[in-house]
């Protein structure tokens, strides 16, 4: 080593000057479809003498690996339309169209708070406290009947059919009440209101649970809330203009009516729960609904839940609301029992 050093001491640190032609990589042939080196292909393919009978190996080779491209290539379709998947996009028209009900109960919530002072003034109950407080919450007594009626009137005519004649009340209250002209019309008007009400907060989140998506089912449940939050501030909102106007009341119980027209014509528009159409025996139409808003794939699967659950519906038949005092349902009961006070405390604050 050291004679080498003595001999030639830039030689052994240099660099030696390899000949491309002979170089192992001047023969590796860059594959055209596959440019890029980190490919999930081979970007190279080298050049290698087979016999007449192995000629068919590197083909075999080739095939395999375009199936693990097509696998590949077929994975990241499935990750692409995972995460841009609009399987809720479907039932979204029908469920804002069945959520401007929420709308309206918001709205009504709050027409009454602010200018309730102007209402007094004008139909002559001044200063009496019971009177403006029930013309508040009369409303609340409709809605326990309409809610009460409920039931009976969607297994006889359907969720659209009932939300439609469910805008009858809401529209027809909300004229009565904007032409008031006394006590006594301005708490007929506000009771039919109620009785609307009643329907739609019963039977609105029923509907769009059974319209919606199973993997959609919560998020586009949320909208009966986010619609209800809307119309109270949307009430709220419009109330300011009440202070400068004594008479601008009428004109917001006017603005009641016009989401119950809007309600009463989307309905027509709008599907019918698929489950009520398998209770009716209109099993063509229920799949028919479930192939255009859920997917062809979940026909069959859903079709089948509703024939096991509507078989043991009829076990419930001959139960009463007595049943509920008994054990263990009592239990349950005392224990909500409390809650409720609670609520009814607060919103007593409230208002």
Known sequence: MLQALAIHPLQCFSTPNFDRKHHYFHHLRRNKQYPFPHSTSFSVSREVNV??????KPLAVKSEIGDDEDELLQ???????????????????????????????GYHIGVMNGPIVSIAKELGF??????????????IGGAFIGSVACGSLVDKLGCCRTIQIDTVPLILGAIVSAQAQSIEEMLLGRFLVGLGIGVNTVLVPIYISEIAPTNYRGSLGTLCQIGTCI????????????????????TMLYIASVPGFILALGMQFSVESPRWLCKAGRLDEAKKVINNLW??????????????????DGGDLNSSWLELLEEPHSRGCMKLLPLEVLCLYFNSLLV
């Open 51 to 56: 016999s007449a009978s192995s000629k068919q």
């Open 75 to 105: 994975e990241k379709v499935f990750v692409a339309d995972d995460g841009g998947d609009l399987g809720w996009l479907p039932a979204f028209p029908h469920v804002l169209t069945a959520s401007m009900a929420n709308f309206l109960f």
């Open 126 to 139: 001044e200063g009496n406290s019971f009177l403006e407080g029930l013309v508040v919450s009369i409303f």
């Open 231 to 250: 119309g109270i501030i949307a009430s709220l909102y419009l109330a300011i203009l009440s202070e400068s106007d004594p008479h601008w009341w009428r």
């Open 295 to 312: 997917g062809s794939s979940e026909v069959d699967k859903a079709i089948k839940e509703f024939e096991s659950v509507l078989k043991n």
